[in-house]
């Protein structure tokens, strides 16, 4: 998609989307999120079978544009999303829902929503230069994107309303510290580990991966108990697709698993 402020690529069964405005360090505006509604709905209908999510140039993602016309007074899209009927932070709703795991690269910032963007992923992996905050207490915003949710789910209430309160800043060291990211690496190394990491779930059983994710997501919405027959449910309907029979035939024939996705 030429002139576009998301790019997407496939790579094997891997949908590899980049937020593309890197003079404006991917801040997010009203053409970003349209775009990034459209890249995330042509993955799914691509039938990847994970998504990695990554900035071109230095950053991540700056949050939300407040350099725009469109930005003064209010963060960026936001008529278009009420006229859509959606929500504010729409975007990590798009990815949260994404029925394939998810993977956030994190090159340089990830501040305000773009913290709320890389949270909506199941996994973040951090290059050294990554930065994380929850910058919009220091801009007089409460916070948005998902983050009062997505925050507390990754690194419990505790630090993650220090985040939030104070917006400060945290590096690469620190998010793994804490929990935010699985890892820190080298810059030079991000793309190939994540890479390496999505490809590695793109090869797994899809269908029990779409079950994973719908339940841990909706877990803290049920009892215990309910949560036990709602994981009995899922292995039946795991246990039926083809990928369980190959799951079993390797393991009688003591090798690795070939999985389809079905």
């Known amino acids: 998609m030429s002139g576009s402020t998301v790019l997407t690529e496939r790579v094997g069964d891997v949908g590899v989307v980049t937020l593309n405005r890197p003079e404006k360090m991917n801040a997010i505006d009203r053409a970003l999120i349209e775009d990034f509604e459209a890249a995330i709905r042509s993955c799914e209908a691509d039938g990847v079978r994970a998504l990695l999510l990554t900035g071109a140039g230095r950053g991540f993602c700056a949050g939300a544009d407040l350099t725009a016309q469109e930005g003064r007074g209010h963060t960026p899209g936001t008529e278009t999303l009420r006229t859509k009927g959606m929500p504010l932070g729409y975007p990590s709703l798009l990815l949260r829902e994404f029925p394939r795991p998810t993977i956030a690269a994190v090159n340089g910032a990830a501040v305000g929503a773009g913290f709320g963007l890389a949270l909506a992923c199941d996994i973040r992996i951090a290059a050294q230069s990554a930065r994380f905050s929850a910058i919009f207490a220091k801009r007089a915003l409460s916070p948005d994107y998902g ?107 003591r090798r690795e698993p070939v999985f389809r996705g079905r």
């Open 147 to 253: 983050c009062t949710q997505l925050l507390p789910m990754s690194v419990g209430m505790s630090k993650a309303m220090e985040l939030m309160y104070t917006g400060d800043i945290i590096d690469a060291d620190e998010a793994e510290r804490i929990g935010l990211v699985s890892c820190a690496v080298p810059d030079d190394e991000l793309s190939e580990r994540a890479m390496d990491l999505a490809q590695k779930l793109a090869s797994g059983p899809s269908v029990a991966h779409a079950l994973t994710k719908k339940m841990a997501y909706s877990s803290m919405l049920r009892t215990l108990e309910d949560q036990l027959w709602l994981e009995g449910q899922a292995s039946q309907a795991s246990g039926s697709s083809e990928d369980r029979a190959e799951g079993v035939r390797a393991f009688l024939e």
